[in-house]
T-cell receptor, first 112, second 113 residues
Framework: GDSVTQMEGPVTLSEEAFLTINCTYT??????LFWYVQYPGEGLQLLLK?????DKGSNKGFEATYRKETTSFHLEKGSVQVSDSAVYFC???????????FGTGTSLTVIP | NAGVTQTPKFQVLKTGQSMTLQCAQD?????MYWYRQDPGMGLRLIYY???????DKGEVPNGYNVSRLNKREFSLRLESAAPSQTSVYFC????????????FGNGTRLTVT
């Protein structure tokens, strides 16, 4: 079945460091791919999405490119801030659009 | 700009008690979902409703029932709570099949003792 695998955390970075969180997926058909962010005590919020191969999603300095050849959707940011500290989830929606599959989440802490 | 509203925010139950988690969305979305979030396991789908009047099981439906009361509301019921159901529960909605993302509520933290 469909699934998402993302890198284990936790990840600790200094402010202004480069961030990469790896995400790979297994899916039939043509899934849509998403990154969500969860701040403490809150629900998940959409960070960015891509709906077809080679699409690049971007928001708030974060980027991810839908790579069908490597079945990947890695999250990157050039210079992280303390306010980026959160848990990040990679997800896909299946070909029917009815089901979403989530990775286990990667906790990021950015220290000043 | 309410989005998805869940009640209650916190709940403590004793083993064997029952309760209903409420969820409502004001975005006119067709699809609604219930997930549970446990440490190290990400989000797991309990039930979903692709449209008003339909419900389907997800990955972990045992011990739960749902009701899609109308287009806005989707409730989750625990008939006889067990400690294994201690978790954070999230309701979400989506405007399927237009490929839109999930919109989440802020969650209900449930502890079963």
């Amino acid at each position: 079945g469909d699934s998402v695998t993302q890198m284990e955390g936790p990840v600790t970075l200094s402010e202004e460091a480069f961030l990469t969180i790896n995400c790979t997926y297994t899916a039939t058909g043509y899934p849509s791919l998403f990154w969500y962010v969860q701040y403490p005590g809150e629900g998940l919020q959409l960070l960015l999405k891509a709906t077809k191969a080679d699409d690049k999603g971007s928001n708030k300095g974060f980027e991810a490119t839908y790579r069908k050849e490597t079945t990947s959707f890695h999250l990157e940011k050039g210079s992280v801030q303390v306010s980026d500290s959160a848990v990040y989830f990679c997800a896909l929606s299946d070909w029917s659009g009815n089901q979403f599959y989530f990775g286990t989440g990667t906790s990021l802490t950015v220290i000043p | 700009n309410a989005g998805v509203t869940q009640t209650p925010k916190f709940q403590v139950l004793k083993t064997g008690q029952s309760m209903t988690l409420q969820c409502a969305q004001d975005m006119n979305h067709n699809s609604m979902y219930w997930y549970r979030q446990d440490p190290g396991m990400g989000l797991r789908l309990i039930y979903y409703s692709a449209s008003e009047g339909t419900t389907d099981k997800g990955e972990v439906p045992n011990g739960y029932n749902v009701s899609r009361l109308n287009k806005r509301e989707f409730s989750l019921r625990l008939e006889s709570a067990a400690p294994s159901q201690t978790s954070v529960y999230f309701c979400a909605s989506s405007d399927r099949p237009n490929n839109s993302p999930l919109h989440f509520g802020n969650g209900t933290r449930l502890t079963v003792t």
